[in-house]
């Protein structure tokens, strides 16, 4: 935990590693504290080039900074630190957009983590498919339905599909799947951000990889009919 004393001797401790920060408070950050954002913000992040972006940050005024961004700043750091907002009225405004910044950058610039499918939760190995959803036989048929949905969710923005992702994808060794796997969301919510970022970043990897294969064998084939053709 990262700790910070205000002038008046208020301490804010607020999470320096991803470990400190659970796939559950996250999402609650998500749906409770995120669409508080001020619209000017998030202009400003949906810019699509560096020109957009300066537009936007051009267009905020002082006015706006006071009313709207800093109460924000402050909501976001009292929800990761569990301080009352008006113990941050007397923060000083640099340490209040450094803090704010911390936060912001520990969430979005996410470490590249091994590429494994295999993870070590407190004392237990948990597994992953080496290899890809498949709907070869009835089971894998439902298993590979489930996965589709909860990832069309992820896609959305809906982060509880996350939860349900992990209850498809992660088992201990051997087991199959079923549908009474989804009964373990809510111990998957309990997991820390660092271990539900290894399962999405080997997905990722995985999704790629997939994806580079698939392409390979789509130059194949072309390759392939090019030759026919050019032997005929």
Same mark, same amino acid.
């Given at each position: ?95 209040? @957009?450094?803090? %704010? ?5 520990? /969430?979005?610039? !996410?470490?590249?983590?091994? =590429? #494994? *499918? ?80 290894? @399962?999405?970043? %080997? ?5 790629? /990889?997939?994806? !580079?294969?698939?392409?390979? =064998? #789509? *130059? ?13």
């Amino acid at each position: 935990m990262l700790k910070v004393q205000t002038e008046t001797g208020t301490e804010i401790n607020i999470p320096s590693e991803l470990k400190e920060i659970t796939l559950k408070k996250y999402i609650e950050f998500l749906q409770f504290v995120e669409p508080t954002k001020p619209e000017c913000l998030k202009k400003v992040d949906k810019a699509e080039n560096e020109e957009e972006r300066d537009k936007a940050i051009s267009e905020i005024d002082s006015l706006v900074i006071s009313r709207q961004i800093h109460p924000y700043y402050i909501r976001v750091i009292c929800y990761w630190s569990g301080n009352n907002e008006n113990d941050l009225q007397d923060l000083d405004v640099a340490s209040l @957009v450094w803090l %704010f910044q911390y936060i912001n950058n520990l /969430l979005n610039n !996410l470490p590249e983590p091994e =590429y #494994t *499918n295999v993870i070590e939760v407190n004392g237990e190995f948990w597994y992953l498919p080496e290899r890809y959803m498949t709907d070869s036989t009835v089971i894998e048929y439902a298993e590979s339905a489930q996965f589709q949905q909860n990832m069309k969710d992820l896609a959305a923005g809906d982060w509880l599909a996350m939860a349900k992702i992990l209850c498809v994808l992660v088992r201990k060794q051997g087991e199959k799947y079923n549908s009474s796997l989804m009964k373990r969301e809510k111990m998957f919510l309990d997991w820390n951000l660092s271990d539900v970022w290894r @399962v999405g970043f %080997f997905l990722l990897k995985r999704s790629e /990889l997939l994806q !580079l294969s698939f392409q390979a =064998y #789509t *130059n194949a084939q072309a390759l392939s009919r090019l030759r026919q053709e050019l032997n005929n």
